[in-house]
């Protein structure tokens, strides 16, 4: 699926791949190396100067003096506007063109609606949630998610990855979801 002009399964894939081969050996540090190469492969696809990729310890964004906005990752077209004083350029957020949370907690369903409402607020273009695999459960989280999408806007992703502690070379790959018509569409499955 592409949504301004980015293929997302295509991103996911590279950033999964890259991911889940790293050697990191604690979740948290994998879960951390995730947003990493998502963030990257975001910043690949929007790499000018009118453009912003915003995650936690990217050091990337100098001008704004801060390396996550908001979300797990935010993409954002900006502007510049002079200082009061100096007139020396500032930048300002002019559109937010992605909204990236996810929540790798798979047993407080609280933590996944409380990660998932994020979206709600954020109103941009494209959003993404990211969740893990559930076995189960995984069509209740799916549910669970609907309830909330439809206070949502733009395009609006689901995606289930396995948990960092799962990450093996026999990993399963990641499984895509948009929302159109009220209900989640497989974007893995031909249409």
């Known amino acids: 699926m592409t949504d301004g002009n980015i293929n997302i399964k295509a991103l996911i894939q590279k950033a999964w791949e890259e991911a889940s081969s790293s050697h990191t050996q604690t979740h948290k540090d994998r879960a951390k190396a995730w947003i990493e190469c998502l963030g990257k492969g975001f910043r690949e696809h929007y790499p000018n100067e009118n453009h912003r990729v915003f995650w936690r310890d990217n050091s990337c964004n100098s001008d704004f003096e801060l390396s996550e906005l908001l979300f797990d990752i935010s993409v954002c077209q900006i502007g510049w506007v002079p200082s009061i004083a ?20 798979n047993k407080n369903s609280r933590e996944i609606t409380k990660d998932f409402s994020k979206l709600v607020m954020g109103r941009s273009e494209n ?20 309830c909330i999408a439809r206070f949502c806007n733009g395009n609006l992703y689901l995606c289930f990855v396995e948990h960092p502690k799962m990450w093996s070379s026999a990993s399963q790959d990641p499984q895509l979801f948009k929302w159109e018509e009220n209900d989640w569409r497989d974007e893995w499955e031909p249409h």
């Open 86 to 105: 100096q007139e020396k350029p500032l930048p300002y957020i002019a559109k937010s063109l992605w909204q990236v949370e996810s929540e790798f907690d």
């Open 127 to 146: 959003q993404l949630f990211i969740s893990t695999y559930q076995g189960n459960r995984q069509e209740q989280v799916k549910d669970l998610c609907s």
